[in-house]
C-alpha cells in the first residue's frame, strides 16, 4: 500500500470514478481552496489539495445511498493501493451530520476541510448569480453578506464555514479571501 498519492494519479481515480461534471468543478474547487489555505498555514499544499479533490470521489458510486458516503470513498481509494490514514479520516469526518451522527470532526484538518468544500457552495451560487457569471471582481464582503443570509445558497452548512474561523483558527475575512483567490486559480478550469 501506498501511503502517498501525485496529483496525477488522484486526478486517475477522479477520471475512474467520478464524472458528473458539477461534482467534478466542486472537487477541484475544494482542491484549489485547500491548496490555499494549506499556503496561508505554511501546510503541505498537495496533501491539502488531494484531499480536497478526492474527498467526494464516491458521489457518483452511492447513487444517494448517503449512509455509505465517505466510507464508500476511503473503500474505492484503499482498493486502488493506497493507505492515508490522515487524509481518510478528514474525508470520512467531513460526511458529519450527513447520515450517522458518531461521525465527528476532530482535529484542524478535519475542520479545514469540511468548510473548505462548503465554502465553494456559497462562492459558486453567487457567483452563479452574477451578471456576468465570473469570479472576477468578487469581494469578500459580497460572500460575507450571502453568508448572513441563511436563504441564499440554504445548502451550505454554515456552521462548518464558521468553524474554520472558531475550531482551525483562520480569520473569516481571510478565509473567504483565500477561497475566492482560489477560484480565481482555476476559473479557465471551472468556467468561472
Known sequence: MKN???TTEAYGLLDKYL?????????????????????YLGEDADFYGRTGLLHDLDMDVINEQW????HRTIELIRNEGYDMPEMFEAILAHTE??????????TRFDFILAGAENITGLISAYVAVK???????????????RFKAPAFAAKVNRRFIQDVTDVAQIPQDV???LAIKAFGDIAHKINM
Not at 19 to 39: C, D, F, K, P
Not at 67 to 70: A, D, K, S, T
Not at 97 to 106: A, H, T
Not at 131 to 145: A, F, H, L, N, R
Open 4 to 6: 502517498t498519492i501525485t
Open 19 to 39: 464524472q458528473t461534471q458539477y461534482l467534478r468543478y466542486h472537487v477541484m474547487e475544494s482542491e484549489a481552496v485547500m491548496r490555499r489555505i494549506a499556503e
Open 67 to 70: 449512509h455509505l458516503h465517505g
Open 97 to 106: 451530520g450527513v447520515i450517522d451522527n458518531s461521525i465527528q470532526r476532530k
Open 131 to 145: 451578471p456576468d457569471k465570473k469570479i472576477e471582481g468578487t469581494q469578500v464582503s459580497s460572500i460575507m453578506k
Open 175 to 177: 478565509f473567504f479571501d
